[in-house]
């Protein structure tokens, strides 16, 4: 395979309503995509974070940088850009995860595509779809949450994720649970804004039988996660804290977390998330797929990797209106509670010609 051209086309798509998390709050997915053209295949990809770094340290601009001075140059000097060569090449490149993941999963597509491979075969996924579930942002009242959580219950969402922040937490769970039940699957993200002397006030949480809770406390400290995780009996859940398999491997032999989310952008891409999810397998680990409110472009291959056997876990992966009026692909739609796995070669799907071009802001050439 031999790289004859990158893209970096700048989207903005906005969405249906605004994202409020413990970080901030988000009106409209702004991002880009990357297209790699080689002399087999094309490919796709998307960026997964935000122009602004709230939630990781990564974001657009720098990552547009990252690729086109500091990764690109070494992936083009390859005498073959296989998916498998690439991680290696990056890898004196520190960190930068997300936008590693952007290149590595261009090149994934294109690949697969040229094998005539659909990513789940590639993954080794087991099912051919899978459960639904929602993250819910915080809110101005109460009243305004139950009314959401019941128009996504409806819909037929599987498991209701709820944003909580200092002042938004026990009782929003409190009114969730009084509401709609014991038996609904549950569970909260933080998103690190919590601290370990809020330990007494998490505790609170363990009375309302939670799936998890997840990133309470500070990005990449382990150990006040294993500390938190001793006087909680909710399971922790990592999210932010998880940047590679090694990471994985520490915070599940510290008991920092017994729950992970596997986001494969997060994590350098889907060779690395599926590293995460053989690991956390053999330990018992439960994983499940996070989401970063992607397009169709990014939500495609989450919905193959969150097919393999231990995402035992219903995902963030919602259907695409629950984020955009319009998607930039065919949107995903959400049936019985689940969504579909792609199946056509490669990452299973392509921007709508009509509507890239409609939400697409500015367009780069990287390499030609
Ligand atoms: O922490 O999981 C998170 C969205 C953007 C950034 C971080 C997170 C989220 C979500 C929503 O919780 C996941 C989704 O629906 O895509
Ligand atoms: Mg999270």
Redesign the pocket.
């Known amino acids: 395979m031999r790289l004859e051209r990158v893209e970096l086309l700048h989207v903005a798509l906005p969405l249906v309503t605004p994202f409020r998390?413990s970080f901030g709050t988000m009106t409209s997915k702004d991002t880009f995509l990357l297209r790699v053209v080689t002399d087999e295949a094309e490919g796709w990809s998307e960026f997964a974070a935000d122009p602004e770094p709230l939630?990781c340290s990564e974001f657009v601009a720098g990552a547009e940088t990252v690729i086109r001075d500091f990764l690109l140059p070494r992936v083009a000097a390859l005498p073959e850009p296989t998916t498998a060569a690439l991680a290696p090449a990056m890898a004196a490149v520190k960190g930068h995860e997300l936008a590693k993941a952007a290149l590595e999963t261009a090149l994934l597509d294109a690949e697969l595509r040229a094998y005539g491979m659909p990513i789940a075969t590639f993954l080794g996924s087991v099912r051919d779809r899978v459960p639904a579930g929602v993250?819910v942002g915080i809110k101005d009242s109460l009243p305004e949450l139950l009314d959401d959580v019941e128009k996504y219950l409806d819909e037929g969402y599987v498991r209701i994720?709820l944003?909580i922040e200092p002042g938004w937490d026990v009782e929003p769970v409190r009114a969730v649970r009084n509401r709609f039940g014991d038996a609904l699957p549950l569970q909260v993200?933080a998103?690190t804004a919590y601290t370990l002397a809020d330990a007494p006030h998490l505790r609170k949480l363990d009375a309302f039988d939670l799936l998890l809770i997840?990133e309470p406390l500070a990005e990449n400290n382990l150990h006040a996660h294993a500390q938190l995780q001793r006087r909680l009996t909710t399971p922790v859940c990592l999210?932010e804290s998880i940047h590679t398999a090694s990471d994985a491997a520490s915070a599940i032999a510290m008991d920092a977390c017994r729950v992970i989310?596997v986001k494969p952008a997060r994590v350098g891409g889907y060779a690395e998330a599926r590293r995460i999810h053989d690991l956390a397998t053999a330990h018992g680990v439960p994983v499940w797929c996070?989401?970063?409110?992607?397009t169709g472009i990014g939500r495609a291959p989450n919905l193959a990797l969150a097919a393999l056997p231990g995402f035992t876990l219903p995902g963030?992966t919602?259907a695409s209106r629950r984020y955009f009026a319009e998607d930039i692909t065919e949107p995903f739609v959400l049936e019985d509670g689940h969504l579909p796995v792609p199946t056509t070669p490669g990452i299973g799907i392509a921007p709508l010609p009509d509507a890239l071009a409609r939400f697409t802001t500015a367009t780069r050439v990287l390499h030609s």
């Not at 996070?290 to 992607?294: A, P, V």
């Open positions: 998390t939630y993250s994720k944003k993200d998103n997840e999210d989310n996070g989401g970063m409110l992607e963030d919602s």
